[in-house]
Every structure is written in C-alpha cells, then in structure tokens.
C-alpha cells in the first residue's frame, strides 16, 4: 500500500486531527507528467563558511547595482570581495537589524539613529550631517530618491536626486490616512507601500514640482505590519508578518490591492508562542524554481517558511552540537554574489555559502525530520508487516524511524537502518515487523546525504 510520504508542517492542538511535521525538508513537484511521483521531499540546504568578516551579528547586506556587495557587522561596515573584504567604515550601533539601499552611486544605510553614505565613485564612507536628516529605520531607493520613515511618526522623507547627503527641511509627506505611525515601508512594482499597525497605504512618483509622491487612491489595505523586518518582495508580491483589528500573528500577501492570508492555523499556533513578535525578520532566497520566505520569528527554536512555489510551510532548523539543542536557521540575512546565494549569521561574523551541495552546516549535522500524516484505515487494523522508503541510496548515510499509534503523545524506540554504502545503488531501506495499528504516524530522521530526496512510501509492499 502505498501512502503519502509528503506532506508540510501543520501540527494542531489535536494530535489524532494531525500532528505531521517537515524539518528541513521541503516539497518538490515534478514539472513532467512520467516522473516516478508527482512530488518528492527535498533535503534543504546546507551551509558552509564563506567568509568570516568582523565580529558579527551580520545585520544587513546589499549587492549593489554595481555588483558591489557591502554588509553591516557589529558596527563595522565591510565591502566583500572575490580575494578578501576592505572595512569601509563604522556606524555608531552594534546591534539590530539596519537597512541598506542603493541609488546606483550611493549606499545608504540607517540604523535608528544616523544614516551613512558609502559612495561608489570614489569610495568615501561618512555619516549624513544634514540637520535635516530624521532618526529613521527603514531606507528605499526610488526614482533616484532615498526615501526613509521619521521615526515614532506619519511621516516620510526623501533625498536629494540622487544625493543621500542632502535633505531638504520641506521634502516629506505626512500620512494621516495610515492610522498611526510608519513602522514598515518597501518598494513594489515602482510604487511605495507603507505599513502602520492598523493599515497599508501606497504612494507613487507623480512627478508634482512641489512634492513627487502622492497617494494612489483606493490603495488602502486594512491589514497593518506587526514586524518592520518581515515585510520583504517575493514572487511578484508583499508578504509580511500582520496585524489589524481581529488580531495579529498572521502572514499575509499582497494580491492587488488586497491582502490575503496565506499562514495556516497550524504555522499561526507557533506564531503565537511567541511575545516577541515584533522583533521577527525574514529574508528571502531563490533555488532550483522554489522561492523561499524564511521567517524568524523570536523566540521559537524553529524558522518558519512558506515555499511559494507548492504554497506549503516547513520549518528549518539549526542543530547546536555544544548545547546539544534545536535552534533557528543561522541566517539573518541574504545577498547574490560570487554566483553563490549567501547569507550573514545572526550572531556572529559568519558569511555562509547556502548549497545543495552541502550535507551539513558549516560542519554540524543538518538533521532532518519527517512526521507523517495518519494511516487510518477507517479504524481497520492494519498488519505493519514492512515500511519501505523509495528514497535516496548508495551514499552512506542512515536513516532512524520511530512510530505512535496513540496520536503522537508516545513513541517507539528508535529503529535505524543504512542506506547503503557507497555506490550500493540497489540498497532498500525497509523496516520489519512493525506490529499493528489503526491509527499511526511515523516520525523520519536522518542526516548526512546531500541532495537526499524521499520519493514515495509503501506499507507492506512487495
């Protein structure tokens, strides 16, 4: 009999409703109509060290419009490059997230307190003096424009024409409409969004002398951010951690002008473990056709990500050898260079290379694990004679497999079985006399195969 292996992380309070989960494994469709299955589970991506640049938290990144890929560690501001990285300069914060923007000259970069400019041209780096210049979090580039929120206000400014270093005491828009102060900004499609708690409102370039921007009407969604950092562009849309009137911890995107829901109940019940919500930040990678929205929500031992190409979340996770423990995704932070997708570590200096290629993090073991949906046979017994898995083999490698015929509340021993060595391509990986049930799940863990992929599952096959 065979059943489906495959499935996302969508655990509910009820186990016996379902209690299936996928950590570090993500779904893959066939984009033929003879593959051997529709859909298969992906090993994630592992890591290793590509550069390790000052003391870290590695809190922002760019690659330019020039190929230049500039990164904030600690307080120090480094320019990576194929032979080494050149310290450009250094802010007058060590801590939390900083946003960057460019202008095909300029790189600015804000902090909540100051901002900089690191110019291209002749590569100076120095703090923006203008009196002018607001306390702001968030920087954008549009149109030539740096634009950036005023902190603890409706308020938004922009620069010079492309001259981050001026700032007129007359260049801003105050948003009365948003309901709120400005915590949240991006740009989409050549218009700016803007978030408060409560709502999005869009503005576009009109090209007015006295004032560029100005509200596109009946762009006003009812859906604030509750995160600033979780708000980023993917697949041609907004998605972002939300908030408004009937509640908050849900991940939304942008359809129109609409927002829709596109957490489930099982990734929100997480979201809600969390009280820490407002300091999440996400970032987002593409590999191999998948578009990846990788959340971090503080607080949970788990990232959270939505694949929006099956539209199905699993969990990532970080296996902490000296604390023996579960933790989140290193990465707090994604940049394109070297033809290489990399990303800052969240604590330290780290730069890693994220790659299929790679079968462990930097060389701690990348555990993944599977818990299936229930086999229930209208409450029939079901004789366990053999699981087999038709999965990656020959190598090296094990795999371990427990089962729970109550739900998931307990366990059986662990069973772990080779998957064959290497160059053994013909090897099964099958387990025996399994007993008997009406209703089980069964909980898969492995490491140390990369690119390992599980096709399909069969109970008592031939």
């Known amino acids: 009999m065979k059943f489906p292996i495959v499935g996302p992380s969508y655990q509910m309070d009820d186990r016996k409703f379902d209690h299936q989960r996928s950590i570090n494994l993500y779904p893959l469709i066939s984009e033929v109509s003879d593959s051997k299955d529709v859909v298969a589970l992906k090993l994630c991506p592992g890591t290793s060290i590509y550069r390790t640049v000052g003391g870290g938290p590695i809190r922002g990144s760019i690659t330019t419009s020039r190929g230049r890929s500039v990164i904030v560690s600690g307080r120090e501001v480094y320019e990576i490059t194929l032979t080494g990285e050149t310290l450009l300069g250094t802010i007058g914060t060590a801590t939390n997230r900083v946003s960057i923007a460019d202008n095909g000259n300029e790189v600015m970069i804000v902090d909540g307190a100051e901002g900089y400019i690191f110019r291209q041209s002749d590569n100076t780096f120095g703090i923006v003096t203008d009196e002018n210049f607001p306390a702001a979090s968030i920087v954008l580039e549009l149109d030539g424009y740096f634009v950036v929120n005023k902190l603890n206000s409706a308020a938004f400014y922009i620069s010079a024409l492309y001259d981050g270093t001026s700032w007129d005491a007359l260049d801003f828009a105050v948003v009365s409409s948003i309901g709120g102060n400005i915590i949240g900004m991006i740009i989409h499609k050549e218009d700016?969004?803007?978030?408060?708690?409560?709502?999005?409102?869009?503005?576009?370039?009109?090209?007015?002398?006295?004032?560029?921007?100005?509200?596109?009407?009946?762009?006003?969604?009812?859906?604030?951010?509750?995160?600033?950092?979780?708000?980023?562009?993917?697949?041609?849309?907004?998605?972002?951690?939300?908030?408004?009137?009937?509640?908050?911890?849900?991940?939304?995107?942008?359809?129109?002008?609409?927002?829709?829901?596109?957490?489930?109940?099982?990734?929100?019940?997480?979201?809600?473990?969390?009280?820490?919500?407002?300091?999440?930040?996400?970032?987002?990678?593409?590999?191999?056709?998948?578009?990846?929205?990788?959340?971090?929500?503080?607080?949970?031992?788990?990232?959270?990500?939505?694949?929006?190409?099956?539209?199905?979340?699993?969990?990532?996770?970080?296996?902490?050898?000296?604390?023996?423990?579960?933790?989140?995704?290193?990465?707090?932070?994604?940049?394109?260079?070297?033809?290489?997708?990399?990303?800052?570590?969240?604590?330290n200096g780290n730069i890693y290379d994220l790659s299929l290629d790679y079968a462990d993090d930097f060389g701690q073991v990348l555990v993944y694990e599977r818990i299936t949906a229930h086999i229930d046979a209208e409450k029939q017994n079901i004789k366990h004679n053999k699981f087999e898995l038709d999965c990656m083999v020959g190598f090296g490698g094990n795999i371990s497999l427990r089962y729970s015929d109550d739900g998931g509340f307990t366990w059986s021993a662990w069973l772990t079985i080779s998957l064959g060595d290497v160059g053994h391509y013909k090897t099964r990986a099958e387990w025996r006399r399994l007993g008997m049930a009406n209703d089980r799940v069964y909980h898969l863990r492995g490491h140390g195969v990369a690119k390992f992929q599980i096709n399909e599952a069969f109970i008592n096959g031939a």
């Open 192 to 347: 700016l969004w803007l978030w408060s708690n409560s709502k999005a409102i869009v503005y576009t370039n009109t090209g007015n002398a006295g004032f560029p921007f100005e509200k596109i009407e009946g762009s006003s969604i009812p859906t604030g951010c509750e995160a600033l950092f979780t708000i980023v562009e993917i697949d041609n849309a907004i998605v972002w951690l939300g908030i408004d009137k009937q509640g908050r911890g849900v991940v939304w995107r942008t359809q129109g002008y609409n927002a829709v829901r596109v957490s489930t109940q099982a990734i929100e019940k997480r979201i809600a473990q969390s009280v820490l919500r407002g300091e999440s930040f996400a970032w987002v990678y593409h590999q191999q056709g998948h578009a990846f929205y990788m959340l971090q929500v503080k607080g949970l031992d788990t990232t959270l990500v939505l694949d929006v190409a099956v539209n199905q979340w699993h969990e990532r996770s970080f296996k902490n050898a000296s604390l023996n423990k579960r933790e989140q995704h290193r990465g707090s932070t994604h940049f394109v260079f070297d033809n290489k997708n990399l990303v800052g570590d969240r604590e």
